[in-house]
């Protein structure tokens, strides 16, 4: 270490080119790195899916997701599983732990897949397994409003044409489209003409299907060339499609002699809102490697020369996540220059020097750049947390260089190159003890699982590249500066009447009770009684509370109503919240998707339930909001506004109630106004007799696939017209479908249906909800007297997460007393020092919790990582104070002058440091999320400064006394 420091000194431009270096590597690097809102975040939910057809949703648990949860239970690294059973649906997550490979699992699971196929039944389809990401807000939310209300060609073109010009866009990862309607043809048979000619939809519709084929008929070539050949015998007209001929016992018949064809639309399926217009939703997301801000920007860059394309339809961008990012992120790097600004303020109004408090202040963009630099070589983001571990950093980054220039200035008064050396030195051991204390807390951070190893690594890294660049420009930068630039009359040790009168006081203080062990004892009790009082009445949460001005619901419609009346409730529900208040926006949406597996897969999701949104500008027009909810006669449930950080770690609070039967599970609800999954529907339901069955020699299976054809239609291929393709669908007319009118053809034979059995109706559920392979309901909270009468065994979402959290903690607070400990025995030789110098963070603690509780803030994981930073920056005046000590041979005592003469460096290392934080103590409309942090930093601080001045120097005093005898 001191050939550094010589070094430095005696070649004072050599470092500053070294430094020079060191910037611009920085600056290349902070114009190259990606921007993210978070940290890489893990995917740990694996979703497995699987269909079967006119199964109901009860037989379809039996026969399909218990084998399922069975055969995935062995799966390495599983840690919770749930599943939720439709109507010939099955859906099983698979939550892992942390830190098991995502695709290591996905191979697992296949090769389960793989055995599984051979259990379930034979119809069904094969299971399939992906990486689930539904809970996850998309990045961006288009609505796509035709001018001329044609919802058909908006809803076609979005599909076909728009969502491939933004799949183009390099990072674009699923793109789903939802709403509209969906152009058909209906060839509509007439039921009378079909039963004479003893005609089946199958035989109809392979008729159609042969008549409207391309196929390649392979090649032919002479002497020269080759050609390609293929037999064309597509559908031009309709008149072609009503001229298809059909083969009957009787001879030929052409379809126009039994059926009808109307032009339609397919059965709506959702729909969407933009204030009171219906529109097309398209929700794209990101890839997981690319940056939301790049993806986002490239994305509203492609929409404008969409606009230009498409003139026929308006284009609105109804949520963008990257504008939160970027909000977020201006705001930290604001707080960051505040920060600079006000450091150094500080060190001018100490050091009354500009030129002195401008070298010191050059250690922060030095340290900044290098932590970028550090950040970029690891293949970390420039994220939320990453800018907020550098940000809050600036304080403790001038600490080092403070006290080396004051010290070298102030005790020589000379820049002479031995003084220069020498008074570096002379702080040497105690610089490097409290970098390495400040560093050495952040390492666990690096082993641990969970949240803390998944959001803390990057700022963990920022941090401790920083406070090391800290540390490396203290013994070689400063010196050199001091060397080049200063002479000994830039340093005025003007006294500063407040700090002058701190000094003196400070000093009688000490002659009075340096020797008074039970001061010492009664303030280390009382910060620990104060801790033990206020931690129980904080408020615990994982994730600080995010505001925003908009209002999230889901309304609740009745399980009876048709999409249809659904979408015209919703519109009229709409207006009435527009009508009433002015300049809001409010977006809504209903149904699903039948591709839509992750929607499928969501308990919370109904074709029933609609979500909506609104966005709001003042606090009045939220109540106004919540008034037009409360008066609307609808029921609803509203939604906590869930920021990035807790949708992209699947932070949920919900209450589960677990029953080994469905049967005490609804004892166990029906107490209970509102659960989820609550869809129930009454059912027609045909039971075959086997006696007329076997009379007619009709198979059962036959019966159901044949009432299913005549209910729901079969899909006969597609039309081309005009370069688009319309589905065509058999069907029977509507008013035709009765079952007094039912007929099934067989082998020449027409039957009644009634003759086949009887019709009864019964009421079903129509989805069902399991966890960790027992049958479940979640209860909504919709009054808070229902909490208290939950079961004792209510599994609660929020609270297991919370344990997870706090032993996590209790683990990360041990690891970090046990590293600091090692460290600090090392450094002094001693067993008992390190102890001594651990009494700072009861004091801290107090200080952290005492702030937390005053503004209203509540205890989650960064005021936890508050709490471990506390860890390395408290210790680090005990050992300023320690390191100063100034042993009297003649009396064998400690001078209390000694302890007095780091009060300044001391003072200004610590508001420094406070100061710095002040611009993230302030929650700028809601959505500094690194509030509770700094609080708790600054609480520790400020309320460990005086109980550290007046503890310390009675242990050093009681120490050196026992040493002595």
Not at 59 to 77: C, R
Not at 265 to 273: G, P, R, T
Not at 283 to 305: A, G, M, Q
Not at 721 to 729: A, E, R, V, W
Request: glycine share 4%; aromatic share 10%; proline share 4%.
């Amino acid at each position: 270490m001191k050939n550094i420091i010589e070094y430095s000194v005696k070649h004072p431009v050599s470092v500053m080119m070294y430094f020079l270096l060191v910037f611009a590597a920085g600056l290349l690097s902070a114009l190259t790195i990606k921007m993210d809102y978070l940290p890489f975040i893990s995917d740990r939910t694996l979703l497995v899916s699987t269909s079967y057809n006119g199964i109901p949703s009860s037989q379809m648990k039996e026969l399909v997701t218990i084998p399922v949860e069975d055969a995935f239970s062995s799966i390495k690294g599983i840690k919770n599983m749930s599943s939720l059973t439709r109507d010939g649906l099955s859906f099983v997550k698979i939550e892992l732990q942390y830190k098991t490979n995502i695709n290591a699992s996905l191979i697992e699971s296949r090769q389960i897949i793989d055995r599984l196929s051979q259990i379930l039944p034979q119809d069904c389809s094969k299971p399939e397994v992906d990486i689930f990401g539904g809970q996850k807000k998309h990045l961006l939310k288009i609505a796509v409003i035709p001018k001329n209300k044609d919802l058909c060609t908006a809803r076609y073109e979005s599909e076909k044409e728009i969502k491939q010009f933004l799949q183009k866009i390099n990072g674009v990862g699923k793109i789903s489209v939802k709403g509209g309607l969906k152009e058909q043809l209906d060839i509509i048979l007439n039921p009378e003409l079909v039963t004479s000619r003893n005609l089946s939809l199958e035989q109809i519709q392979n008729a159609i299907m042969s008549s409207n084929y391309e196929y390649p008929a392979g090649t032919i070539s002479d002497l020269k060339n080759e050609y390609i050949l293929k037999t064309s015998g597509l559908y031009k007209t309709i008149e072609e499609i009503y001229e298809t001929p059909i083969h009957t016992e009787n001879g030929i018949i052409l379809l126009k002699e039994i059926a009808e064809i109307k032009p339609s639309f397919d059965d709506k399926e959702s729909f969407s809102f933009f204030n009171s217009e219906e529109c097309i939703e398209i929700s794209v997301d990101k890839k997981t490697e690319f940056s939301p801000i790049t993806v986002s920007k490239n994305i509203r860059s492609e929409l404008e020369n969409i606009k230009m394309l498409y003139p026929q339809f308006d284009f609105h961008i109804i949520s963008d996540i990257s504008k939160q990012i970027k909000n977020s992120i201006f705001l930290v790097y604001i707080s960051a220059i505040i920060s600079s600004l006000i450091t150094f303020l500080i060190l001018f109004v100490f050091l009354r020097s500009i030129k002195i408090s401008l070298i010191v202040s050059l250690t922060i963009p030095v340290c900044i750049l290098f932590s970028i630099t550090v950040l970029s070589l690891a293949g970390k983001t420039i994220n939320l947390f990453s800018l907020s571990g550098i940000s809050i950093s600036i304080g403790m980054i001038v600490d080092t260089s403070i006290i080396v220039i004051e010290n070298v200035l102030k005790s020589t008064k000379k820049t002479a190159d031995k003084s220069i050396i020498f008074g570096t030195l002379n702080v040497q051991k105690s610089n490097i003890s409290s970098c390495m204390t400040t560093i050495i807390v952040f390492i666990p951070f690096f082993l641990l699982p969970g949240i803390f190893g998944e959001l803390f690594c990057d700022l963990s890294l920022a941090i401790m590249a920083s406070i090391s660049c800290s540390l490396l420009i203290s013994f070689t930068f400063i010196p050199a500066c001091i060397k080049l630039f200063l002479k000994p009359g830039d340093y005025k040790n003007v006294s500063i009447p407040f700090l002058h009168k701190a000094e003196l006081y400070y000093k009688n203080f000490l002659f009075r009770h340096i020797s008074d062990i039970k001061l010492k004892n009664k303030i280390i009790f009382l910060s620990f009684l104060c801790s033990i009082i206020i931690f129980p009445l904080l408020k615990k949460e994982i994730i600080q509370n995010y505001e925003d001005k908009k209002i999230e619901f889901t309304i609740i419609y009745p399980q009876n109503y048709s999409i249809e009346h659904t979408q015209s409730c919703t519109k009229e529900f709409i207006n009435r919240v527009l009508e009433s208040i002015q300049h809001i926006t409010i977006t809504s949406d209903g149904g699903i998707e039948s591709t839509d597996f992750e929607s499928l897969a969501d308990i919370s999701r109904s074709k029933n339930n609609v979500a909506c949104c609104i966005t709001y500008k003042t606090r009045s027009q939220k109540q106004k909001i919540r008034e037009v909810l409360k008066s609307s006669g609808l029921k609803y449930s509203l939604l906590q506004s869930k920021d990035i950080t807790s949708d992209a770690l699947d932070i949920t609070d919900t209450y589960i109630i677990c029953a080994a039967s469905e049967q005490e599970l609804e004892n166990k609800t029906h107490d209970f106004p509102s659960c989820i999954p609550d869809e129930y529907q009454n059912e027609h339901i045909f039971i075959p007799d086997p006696i007329k069955c076997n009379f007619y020699k009709i198979p059962r299976y036959y019966i159901s696939s044949t009432l299913y054809q005549m209910l729901e239609g079969l899909n006969a291929g597609d039309f081309l017209q005009n370069g688009k393709y319309i589905p065509l669908k058999i069907k029977y007319p509507e008013e035709k479908l009765d079952e007094r009118k039912l007929y099934i053809q067989y082998k020449n034979t027409t039957i009644p249906i009634r003759s086949l059995g009887k019709f009864s109706t019964e009421y079903n559920r129509k989805s069902l909800f399991r966890y960790n392979k027992l049958d479940a309901k979640e209860i909504i909270l919709s009054d808070k007297n229902i909490k208290s009468r939950l079961p004792k065994d209510t599994i609660s979402t929020s609270y297991e997460q919370k344990k997870e959290l706090f032993k996590t903690s209790l683990v990360l607070i041990l690891i970090t007393l046990l590293l600091l400990y090692c460290l600090l025995g090392s450094q002094f030789e001693s067993f008992l020092m390190p102890l001594i110098f651990l009494l700072t963070v009861i004091p801290s603690f107090t200080g952290a919790l005492i702030f937390l509780f005053i503004f209203n803030q509540t205890l989650n994981i960064n005021g936890i990582l508050a709490l471990i930073i506390l860890f390395g920056t408290s210790v680090n005046n005990s050992i300023i104070l320690y390191e100063s000590i100034n042993f009297n041979q003649a009396s064998r005592s400690i001078s209390p002058d000694c302890f007095v003469s780091r009060l300044r460096p001391i003072v200004i290392t610590t508001l420094t440091s406070v100061c710095a934080l002040i611009p993230f103590t302030i929650s700028f409309s809601g959505i500094n999320t690194q509030t509770s942090m700094a609080i708790a930093l600054t609480g520790g601080l400020i309320v460990s400064l005086p109980a550290i001045l007046i503890i310390y120097p009675i242990i050093f005093t009681s120490v050196f006394k026992r040493s002595s005898k």
